[in-house]
């Protein structure tokens, strides 16, 4: 277990990210996929499921099923709607749509477009 202490650059809440991890970590630098997905840990995201729901929550979680997990989570059935808020959301991998981090005016645009489903 790896306890980064601080919050990351760009983290909005007072939500720390632990890494949990069973790989071999000793020598061994993440993927370019795993370094992303740890700089996103605590960030605000929006997730938009199959059916058009959108999501709005602190991602907290992932695993190799594609799942997330958003802590601190609203919902919008439509964008005229008020949030629903609805506490931490496990999101199935198969449902989402399309994801979008909130990044930091000064933080670089990545230029690596998410492959949508």
């Known amino acids: 277990m790896d306890n980064e202490g601080a919050n990351p650059p760009g983290c909005p809440s007072k939500f720390r990210p632990i890494i949990v991890t ?14 992303t997905l740890k700089k996103w840990l605590g960030r605000k995201i929006r997730v938009v499921l199959r059916n058009k729901l959108v999501l709005i929550g ?3 979680c992932t695993d190799h099923d594609e799942n997330l997990v958003l802590f601190d989570c609203g919902t919008f059935v439509s964008e005229s709607e008020q949030p629903i808020s609805v506490g931490k959301v496990m999101v199935p991998g198969h449902q989402i749509s399309t994801v979008a981090v909130e990044m930091q005016s000064d933080e670089p645009e990545t230029q690596e477009p998410l492959v949508e489903k």
């Open 22 to 35: 069973n790989r071999d970590s000793e020598g061994d630098p993440l993927s370019p996929g795993r370094e």
């Open 58 to 60: 602190i991602f907290s």
